[in-house]
């Protein structure tokens, strides 16, 4: 079976820009205050009807999951406004659309047979009969490896099919940090982090609908990506998904400088209501990790409201979940721009 790449970020360079500058025309509440914007939009979560749903776990102290909490159990603001909870379930069977974006950048070749085997794994325990997920590459280049399917099999190979690519000789010669002989303006290109996600989800799974994440089995360090890590949040939280990074790194491929992508990670993942998981090389934490994600999707509630402010005029509304039980914590995203249905 052929492979297609992925919309080739260095092909369509003009084509992604042009949808993130519309996405910034149509969604920013405040043109004259352009960084605040920037600030707003990478917490935030769109909704194209006047009915704004939620995904979202609640922990104790400890990160335990709480289950079978009721309706009467939470409360929502938006913008500091009490809000009537229209429906409310704990829908950990509703289907789920997954997308699996994996890090072929030199940085992780000593980590990347152990993320196909363990990734593997987590979608034959994961996926159910109504349930799609694709494969997504990512390194010199953005590729999609396998679309939309409920198959294991064709979803597994995909992720086998993931080779090491650091773009040829030449360069610097450090594998994964733009030392490829692939032609660069600006920033060398070595791993397109933040266009996979963004790809992955303007491309893929705004075209979705229901209970949607995303998982990045990468070292968190981005090398060369045209859009910025808040054009990745911000997309991520348009297409309604929930990001979590598994966080796999070999850190003796860093020598004494060590890795910061960590930062900018958990700044995805909190954002759009997931987390980051450290998993550093080793498999059974890879394994507990996938498996913590698994248990988190399944214990979903979905929770819904018609705002109190009807308007679809393409402002910020930040949305806050609440709950009776002060030790409980809320694992949510942050809010949604209120836009005009689409045609």
């Given amino acids: 079976m052929s492979k297609p790449p992925l ?9 992604v820009i042009a949808l993130a500058a519309s996405a910034w025309a149509g969604t920013s509440p405040q043109s004259s205050d352009q960084n605040q914007d920037q600030d707003q939009s990478a917490a935030t979560l769109q909704v194209n009807v006047n009915v704004v749903q939620l ?29 009537t909870i229209k429906y409310f379930a704990a829908e950990s069977n509703l289907p789920l659309t997954l997308g699996i974006l994996i890090d072929s950048s030199g940085s992780q070749e000593r980590v990347l047979d ?12 994961i996926l159910r009969d109504k ?40 360069g610097t010669g450090i594998p994964g940090l733009g030392g490829g002989t692939i ?16 790809l992955a989800s303007h491309d893929e ?22 859009l910025k890590i808040r054009d990745a949040i911000e997309a ?32 995805l993942t909190e954002e759009t209501g997931g987390r980051v998981i450290e998993v550093g090389n080793k498999f059974e934490k890879l394994k507990q990790g996938f498996d913590q994600i698994a248990n988190e999707l399944r214990s979903q509630y979905n929770i819904g409201y018609t705002p109190a402010n009807s308007k679809l005029d ?10 009776d039980n002060k030790d409980y914590k809320i694992q949510a995203r942050a809010g949604y721009y209120a836009v005009p249905k689409k045609d």
């Fill in 131 to 170: 349930d799609l997920a694709f494969v997504i590459s990512f390194d010199v280049d953005v590729d999609l490896l396998q679309d939309f399917t409920n198959s294991v099999h064709l979803l597994k190979t995909a992720l086998n099919s993931a080779k090491i690519n650091t773009g040829g000789g030449g």
């Fill in 55 to 83: 995904f979202f776990n609640v922990k104790d102290k400890k990160g335990a999951l709480i289950p079978d909490l009721k309706k009467e159990n939470f409360h929502i603001l938006e913008d500091g406004k009490p809000q």
């Fill in 183 to 198: 032609p660069t303006q600006g920033a060398p290109r070595g791993t397109l982090l933040y266009d996979a996600v963004y």
């Fill in 314 to 323: 393409g402002t910020y509304r930040k949305v806050q979940i609440q709950t």
């Fill in 7 to 15: 919309l080739r970020v260095a092909n369509l360079f003009a084509l």
């Fill in 236 to 267: 991520a939280q348009k297409s309604d998904s929930i990001v979590y990074v598994l966080l796999c790194a070999d850190r003796g491929f860093y020598g004494f400088g060590g890795y910061s992508g960590d930062r900018e990670m958990r700044k």
């Fill in 114 to 125: 152990m993320e196909k085997e363990v990734g593997g794994d987590f979608l034959s325990q």
């Fill in 205 to 226: 799974l705004a075209q979705q609908v229901g209970r949607k994440a995303m998982i990045l089995l990468t070292d968190g360090e981005d090398q060369g990506s045209r």
